[in-house]
């Protein structure tokens, strides 16, 4: 929602527009990743891998529009842009990718029979607030001004568990199945964004490798995800951002399925 004060005293007491911002941005970042495997034996393997949290600051162009037929009139008679809503501004956001420490290990169970485990740690704390600038000032309610709209998901740290294994049925066939569970980073209804309205996560996939002589291998892989149903609940803003939402709640169910195809040719 656009909510605004003409600075203008004798204009109307308040306007309200319900409208929406298209922000999109780009950014490099630079990273790096450590990595160790120890063979402790003919049968057991152990890695460690790290990578490294990336730090961007994503700039780009927010594209404002006005929704419903009042919103478009008042937009249409240029009645929002003394208050600083104009069709294009520049925009930017920073944001931290966080690292990650995943414990790779597996077991040679038989000569066609390998199991495999892994624990990985997310440290997705790191967003625990966003700022969104907008390159204009505006007007906003109670006659202040704002040039940001922020973020405060509060995420918290994460772990994700998987176990799977392989069997090769024939010299050419390798049959996969693995099962993990993934926490999200989302706290509770009051921090989960409508935008991403994640929650516990189990995977199951199934796949397999087919080698086609010595040099072509063809892989497959499915896997479903299913997420715990999850709710959304906001407190009306405080009046300090440009967005002015009201406050709301939903309930969201979600599933997502994946599917995977990869070939390759190995020179000679």
């Known amino acids: 929602m656009l909510q605004a004060t003409p600075s203008n005293p004798t204009a109307a007491a308040q306007i309200k527009a319900d409208g929406h911002a298209d922000v999109k941005g780009s950014d490099w970042g630079v990273g790096y990743q450590l990595a160790w495997m120890w063979d402790i034996n003919d049968r057991a393997r152990v890695g ?46 920073k944001i931290v990718t966080p690292e990650s420490l995943s414990v790779h290990g597996m077991y040679k169970v038989s000569d066609k029979a390998d199991l495999f485990g892994d624990v990985t740690w997310t440290r997705h704390s790191r967003f625990n607030k966003a700022e969104l600038f907008f ?39 390798q ?20 935008s991403l309205p994640d929650g516990n996560r189990i995977w199951f996939s199934a796949g397999m490798k087919y ?36 406050a709301s709640c939903a309930r969201f169910k979600n599933h997502a399925d994946i599917i995977g195809l990869q070939y390759t040719y190995k020179f000679k």
Do not use: C
Request: net charge positive.
């Open 48 to 93: 460690v891998n790290y990578r490294s949290k990336v730090s961007h600051t994503l700039k780009g162009d927010a594209e404002w529009a006005a929704d419903g037929a009042a919103a478009k009139q008042q937009w249409n008679d240029n009645m929002l842009t003394p208050l600083g809503y104009t069709a294009n501004e520049k925009a930017s956001v």
């Open 135 to 173: 390159e204009k000032e505006k007007n906003i309610a109670n006659g202040k001004k704002s040039d940001r709209t922020t973020i405060t998901p509060n995420w918290r740290n994460t772990y994700k568990v998987g176990l799977g294994g392989s069997y090769q049925i024939s010299e050419p066939l």
């Open 175 to 194: 049959l996969r199945v693995g099962i993990a569970f993934d926490k999200p980073p989302v706290r509770n209804a009051d921090y989960r964004m409508n």
């Open 211 to 246: 080698h086609i002589g010595k040099n072509h291998v063809v892989d497959a892989a499915y896997t479903h995800i299913h997420i715990n149903d999850t709710s959304y609940r906001t407190a009306k803003a405080s009046g300090n951002d440009v967005d002015s939402k009201g």
